[in-house]
C-alpha cells in the first residue's frame, strides 16, 4: 500500500512497528511482516530504540522494501551527526525508502552500551528542517543535490500532556508542520476519550495526520508497570481488572489491542500504529477483520 496517497485520500492506515534484527538473521522479521504485508499499509522501523544495538533501521527498511513492503524508517539525531544523517536519508530515497520518521533517540545510558558517546549534532527540529531542504533539493551546506528525495515525514507527539505542558507541545507541534510534518505518532494509548483535550487543539485545516500508538500488554505486570511508571500514558483500573480475571490473559491482551484500533478507526482518526513490542508474530490477530 502507499501510505502518503492513503493519508490524502483519508482512508484508515494501519502502521505496525517491526523491530530490527539483533543480529544478521533477518528470516523471523521478513516472515512476521510477510504475514500481515496485505492488511498493512506500512511497517515502522525503529533505529535502534531504547539505545539497543540492533540492525540499522535503514538495513532493515531495505530489506522489507527489497521485499516489497513499504516501511517508514526512523531517523535519530542520538548516533549520527549532520554529514551521516544527510548521508543515510539520500541512501534511503535512492533505495525506495518513501517515508521516515524523526525520532530525538533515547540516551544510550537507557540501552545496552552505556559507555557509548551520545552525538546529538542537531536537534530534531533541525533535523525535520534537514528532510524538507533535501526534498527542496539542497544539503544543509547549501549544495545542490544531483536529485532529490521526495519523504512523507513523520514525528513523534505527547498527546498525553495537560495544561500549560500541553500548551508548549501544540507550539512544538506546529514548528514541525512548519518544517514539513504530515503526520504524528502519538504515546500508546487505551482509551480514546483521554486524548480528547489534545484533539480539540488541533487545527483541522492544516493538512496532518494524528495516528496513536497501540501498544500490546504482555502480561498483568506489564499493565500496572506502564500504569504506575508511564507518566503521560493512562490504562484504567477497570483494564486492569478485566486482564487480571481472564483466564488466559495473553488473548485477552490481545482482545484489547484489537478493539482499541478498532474503537481508534470508529473514531475518525487517520490511522493506528500497532506495537508488540517484539512479539511480531501476534500481529496477525491484532490486525486480521479490522
Same mark, same amino acid.
Given at each position: 500500500m502507499d501510505l502518503k496517497r492513503q493519508l490524502e485520500a483519508k482512508e484508515f492506515a494501519i502502521l505496525a512497528e517491526i523491530e530490527p534484527p539483533k543480529g544478521t538473521d533477518i528470516t523471523a522479521m521478513v516472515n512476521n511482516a510477510a504475514k500481515v504485508k496485505e492488511e498493512v499499509t506500512a511497517f515502522v522501523v525503529?533505529?535502534? *530504540?531504547?539505545?539497543?544495538?540492533?540492525?540499522s533501521a535503514l538495513g532493515a527498511a531495505m530489506v522489507l522494501e527489497a521485499n516489497r513492503m513499504e516501511t517508514v524508517m526512523q531517523i535519530n539525531c542520538r548516533d549520527r551527526n549532520r554529514i551521516a544523517l544527510q548521508a543515510d536519508l539520500l541512501a534511503a530515497a535512492a533505495c525506495g525508502i518513501k517515508n521516515v520518521m524523526a525520532v530525538t533517540g533515547e540516551d544510550p545510558s537507557f540501552g545496552d552500551h552505556h559507555q557509548a558517546a551520545s552525538v546529538y549534532d542537531i536537534t530534531i527540529d533541525q533535523l525535520l528542517q534537514t528532510i524538507q531542504g533535501l526534498k527542496n533539493g539542497k544539503d544543509m551546506a547549501g549544495i545542490e543535490l544531483a536529485g532529490s528525495p521526495d519523504f512523507t515525514a513523520g514525528s513523534m507527539v505527547n498527546s498525553g500532556l495537560k495544561g500549560v505542558e500541553l500548551d508548549r507541545e501544540m507550539d512544538a507541534m506546529k514548528q514541525k508542520i512548519d518544517s514539513g510534518v504530515r503526520f504524528f505518532i502519538t504515546p500508546p494509548l487505551f482509551?480514546? *476519550?483521554? #486524548?480528547?483535550?489534545?484533539?480539540s487543539k488541533i487545527n483541522t485545516s492544516?493538512?496532518?495526520? #494524528?495516528?496513536?500508538?497501540v501498544v500490546l500488554l504482555k502480561s498483568l505486570g506489564m499493565a500496572r508497570y506502564m500504569s504506575r511508571n508511564m507518566k503521560h500514558v493512562h490504562i484504567s483500573d477497570d483494564l486492569?481488572?478485566?486482564?487480571q480475571k481472564a483466564p488466559d490473559k495473553v488473548r485477552e491482551c490481545i482482545r484489547i489491542a484489537?478493539?482499541?484500533? *478498532?474503537?481508534?478507526?470508529k473514531n475518525g482518526f487517520s490511522g493506528a500504529m500497532i506495537s508488540t513490542i517484539g512479539w511480531e508474530d501476534r500481529l496477525y490477530d491484532i490486525i486480521h477483520g479490522i
Open positions: 525503529p533505529e535502534m *530504540s531504547n539505545a539497543v544495538m540492533r540492525m482509551d480514546v *476519550s483521554v #486524548i480528547e483535550p489534545f484533539m492544516d493538512d496532518i495526520h #494524528i495516528i496513536p500508538t486492569i481488572k478485566q486482564i484489537k478493539n482499541t484500533v *478498532s474503537e481508534i478507526k
